[in-house]
């Protein structure tokens, strides 16, 4: 079953802008390989750590937003863990609200607010 996801990756800052952006393009490729179908992507570019991580205090961010069958996430996983550009990450399920739910839950909201 094809669900919803979204990722959030540092790169090593010690790179510069230009040589972040083919390892970006290489990322999103492998998770195209992977067999992602990628609806959004965000560069939020190079950022303070909140901790050191392998010595390093700054890093560039990564946001992406895609969808895959979940029989293909731990080897996506296994992938950006081995690759030495990519400091960290973390995947997580997103979920995707229909305009029915969405009506609904602002009604709730109005419901609530009135009392």
Do not use: C
């Amino acid at each position: 079953m094809v669900e919803h996801y979204e990722i959030l990756y540092l790169i090593n800052g010690d790179k510069t802008e230009e040589e972040v952006k083919p390892i970006t393009e290489s990322i999103h490729e492998i998770l195209r390989q992977a067999g992602a179908m990628i609806s959004k992507e965000d560069f939020w570019g190079k950022r303070k750590l909140a901790y050191e991580i392998d010595h390093q205090r700054q890093g560039y961010y990564d946001y992406v937003e895609f969808d895959l069958e979940g029989t293909k996430l731990a080897e996506l996983d296994r992938i950006l863990t081995l690759n030495e550009n990519v400091l960290r990450h973390q995947m997580v399920t997103r979920i995707v609200l229909t305009p029915e739910q969405l009506a609904a839950r602002d009604k709730l909201r109005e419901r609530i607010a009135a009392k």
